[in-house]
């Protein structure tokens, strides 16, 4: 008996879900607001517990054509310019785990994921469709939109092929995975908006022939300084680098967006502190920049408090996904992760359903459930140790000397996350 899954939302974790509940043999129905697909300028950490996934589901070729595989972590104090500890990864990482830490362009991650989806035949692409409620029976739910714009199932273009007002479609369930200010989660947990941090990241990506050779990376730096971090590391086979600079403080305007223009001279004041090798970098960028395109892009950060229990990710024929169900804060680097592996999870829970001809133990609301359960714990944890981390990341005072002289006693052990790395989702 063919099922049918209804998606939310075009992202990375939209795609993911889409490609893994595709493979677990559902029909799948994608509903994406904006008129085209695409992704951000922005960088991507991912863990081998991630890479794993991404591999199960066939795509070590594409992943191999795209991303960096950076060959260590060094963690840098921001202001004095030392080595507070160093994480190996390359061959490491891949003897250990059992797959490679990868870094990569979002909007490559992005296209390699919609490539997978496109080459599904039991898949439809819906654009220019904005959810705006469903409805849950208890026998199907049903997913409300604008408009929709439908690609045909195997195209191999994401333009929409045909388009028609769509208003009501029905499947027997409905993942939302529809972000940060997801609409499905608002109407199924109605637990308000987003909390904002705080926080601003600064982010920029450039070719690294635009940067002097001695601000060139080939592996993941980390500088931590009171009340900021830096992170850069390489994407795109390692010919860029991607910047992120995260400060306190606040932005006016949409903080639905994560691409706001950004004054390259507030940056330089919030970096004034720092060493001298960080203020080039961030200088050389700025002037990389305006000769590549806009340097800075600004994002507020929001999140959500840990989750607390397998209710808030599914109830009845939906459940959430990624940043709709558990958003984090940066400082783990495991947002677009969590989301992969929610989707892994998600198409073991569906292939259930198939394989069980629905007996009443393998039911569609209670297969989410168990998703739910499945799920919760791991991510409420990887929240809380984001938000642990941003605080560890932005000490100041005895909570710094005491970072600092921890990292280098131990900075490897503290540094690696078996816990985190050596987790093997379900993958079919």
């Not at 899954?5 to 795609?15: S, T, V």
């Not at 992943?63 to 507070?84: I, M, N, W």
């Not at 109830?315 to 400082?331: E, F, I, N, S, T």
């Not at 984001?386 to 909570?399: D, K, M, Q, V, Y």
């Amino acid at each position: 008996m063919t099922r049918q899954a209804l998606i939310a939302g075009g992202g990375i974790g939209g795609l993911a879900a889409a490609l893994s509940a595709s493979r677990a043999g559902w029909d799948v129905r994608l509903y994406e607001r904006a008129p085209a697909f695409s992704e951000a300028g922005a960088g991507v950490q991912l863990g081998p517990n991630v890479v794993k996934v991404l591999h199960g589901w066939g795509l070590q070729d594409a992943l191999a054509r795209v991303a960096a595989f950076p060959h260590r972590l060094q963690v840098r104090d921001a202001v004095s310019g030392r080595e507070l500890g160093v994480l190996p990864l390359g061959a490491l990482a891949l003897q250990k785990y059992g797959a490679p830490y990868a870094t990569i362009h979002r909007a490559d991650l992005h296209a390699a994921l919609l490539q997978a989806v496109q080459s599904r035949d039991n898949v439809w692409l819906s654009l220019n469709s904005a959810v705006s409620a469903y409805a849950d029976s208890g026998r199907e739910v049903t997913l409300r939109t604008e408009a929709a714009a439908v690609a045909a199932p195997g195209s191999a273009s994401p333009r929409p092929v045909e388009s028609a007002p769509l208003l009501e479609v029905e499947g027997d369930a409905l993942i939302g995975a529809d972000g940060l200010w997801s609409r499905v989660r608002q109407q199924m947990l109605n637990d308000g908006p987003p909390r904002v941090t705080g926080h601003l990241a600064y982010r920029a990506m450039l070719p690294q022939t635009s940067l002097p050779a001695r601000l060139r990376s080939q592996q993941v730096t980390v500088w931590l300084g009171p009340k900021l971090h830096v992170v850069h590391y390489p994407v795109r086979g390692g010919e860029w680098l991607n910047v992120v600079v995260i400060v306190q403080g606040k932005v006016a305007g949409d903080l639905q967006s994560w691409d706001h223009n950004a004054n390259a001279g507030d940056l330089q004041h919030a970096i004034r502190p720092t060493t001298g090798l960080l203020r080039d970098l961030i200088q050389a960028v700025t002037d990389g920049g305006h000769r590549n395109g806009p340097s800075w892009r600004l994002w507020p950060l929001c999140d959500r408090p840990p989750m607390t229990s397998a209710h808030q990710q599914a109830k009845g024929r939906v459940a959430l996904l990624g940043d709709a169900a558990h958003p984090m804060r940066p400082y783990l680097a495991q947002g677009a992760g969590m989301a992969i592996e929610d989707a892994a999870e998600l198409g073991a829970a569906l292939a259930q359903a198939l394989a069980q001809a629905l007996a009443p133990a393998f039911d569609v609301p209670t297969l989410l459930r168990r998703y739910a359960l499945n799920r919760w714990q791991r991510n409420a944890r990887v929240q809380a140790r984001s938000l642990r981390n941003g605080r560890i990341f932005h000490a100041e005072g005895p909570l710094r000397w005491a970072r600092d002289a921890s990292m280098k006693l131990l900075g490897e052990k503290l540094l690696d996350l078996p816990w985190l790395y050596g987790a093997t989702p379900r993958t079919l």
